[in-house]
């Protein structure tokens, strides 16, 4: 059986990418020396030479290559063992999931690259739903932690947390008649269709009034999009999703004549009653937090 350590495969890795035992050795903080020895004793247990030391610089054999891709697997992996080795002993989560409105992709995306460097041993599940949606995903123990637009449904297992308030706007395709208009007035919004959206239960906002008597319904935001880029008609939107829409100005927002009503829904973080959450679900529950009131403050 072929004994090697794995400071021979982060020389043999290091020099590979360096070109050379001297730049391996100043990346690794060891002597060019021990770099050198400890590849050259490497090619020795396996008994194959892994480089080609004719020219200026370090090339790769062909075992080389097949070997380097190896090596490289293992060292990942041994970090990765050694993270949630660390990560257990920290009482990290080894795993969260969080259930959130389709609303708040975009937000959510914006913590995940500082949630990854801050617990790189976790891994993080994200499904996404409307309104009853997240609660259920919540409440039946299919995620850790959710962020729900909207009321929730009474439940006693599930906690709640209002983090704030999120505007919703009326939105139109560029196209469309209204998008011309300075100032739209409730009769304008009644003349003309009227999209909601809805749960795959029906269930919808109850701070959005419907203006209009003719309606569609769309199940998703990116069906109601998907519907006001062909100019079928207009919607209230939440601000992150409408902030997402209009950036290609293919989508505006109205200017309504409602200064006396005004159009928000409430953003809850949900969890389970008897959980205990650990520092990944805390420093989440921080997040959430701060992104609520950004949210809220438009």
């Known amino acids: 059986m072929v004994e090697y350590s794995l400071d021979q495969l982060e020389c043999f890795v290091t020099a590979a990418k360096a070109g050379s035992f001297s730049e391996a050795g100043r990346q690794l903080n060891?002597?060019?020396?021990?770099?050198?020895?400890?590849?050259?004793?490497?090619?020795?247990?396996?008994?194959?030479?892994?480089?080609?030391?004719s020219g200026?610089?370090?090339?790769?054999?062909?075992?080389?290559?097949?070997?380097l891709?190896?090596?490289?697997?293992?060292?990942?992996?041994?970090?990765?063992?050694?993270?949630?080795?660390?990560?257990?002993?920290?009482?990290v989560e080894t795993r969260v999931r969080v259930a959130i409105d389709e609303a708040l992709r975009s937000p959510l995306l914006e913590v995940l690259p500082e949630f990854a460097a801050q617990f790189?041993?976790?891994?993080?599940?994200?499904?996404?739903?409307?309104?009853?949606?997240?609660?259920?995903?919540?409440?039946?123990?299919?995620?850790?932690?959710?962020?729900?637009?909207?009321?929730?449904?009474?439940?006693?297992t599930v906690k709640y947390?209002?983090?704030?308030?999120?505007?919703?706007?009326?939105?139109?395709?560029?196209?469309?008649?209204?998008?011309?208009?300075?100032?739209?007035?409730?009769s304008d919004l009644e003349d003309e269709r009227q999209i909601i959206i809805t749960s795959r239960g029906e269930?919808?906002?109850?701070?959005i009034t419907p203006f209009s008597h003719r309606l569609w319904v769309a199940e998703s935001y990116a069906s109601g999009l998907g519907m006001i880029r062909k100019g079928v008609g207009w919607a209230f939107l939440p601000e992150p999703v409408l902030q997402d829409a209009t950036g290609d100005g293919s989508i505006v927002a109205l200017s309504l004549e409602l200064e006396h009503r005004v159009h928000t829904s409430p953003l809850y973080l949900l969890w389970k009653r008897d959980?205990?959450?650990?520092?990944a679900g805390q420093w989440l529950f921080e997040m959430f937090a701060e992104m609520g009131s950004r949210l809220a403050d438009g």
Do not use: W
């Not at 060019?32 to 050259?40: E, G």
């Not at 959980?275 to 520092?279: E, L, N, T």
């Open 30 to 53: 060891k002597a060019q020396s021990a770099v050198s020895t400890s590849v050259a004793n490497l090619e020795i247990d396996f008994g194959v030479p892994l480089f080609d030391r």
């Open 120 to 156: 790189p041993a976790t891994e993080m599940d994200v499904s996404e739903g409307l309104f009853t949606d997240v609660h259920r995903a919540v409440a039946l123990g299919h995620a850790d932690i959710g962020l729900l637009i909207g009321t929730g449904i009474p439940e006693p």
């Open 203 to 207: 269930q919808r906002h109850s701070e």
């Open 161 to 186: 947390k209002l983090l704030g308030y999120i505007p919703f706007q009326a939105a139109v395709a560029a196209h469309h008649p209204l998008a011309a208009k300075k100032q739209v007035a409730v």
């Open 275 to 279: 959980d205990v959450v650990g520092q």
């Open 56 to 67: 200026k610089y370090l090339e790769l054999t062909s075992e080389g290559e097949v070997l």
């Open 69 to 91: 891709r190896e090596a490289e697997t293992i060292l990942y992996r041994c970090a990765r063992l050694q993270n949630r080795a660390l990560a257990f002993a920290a009482d």
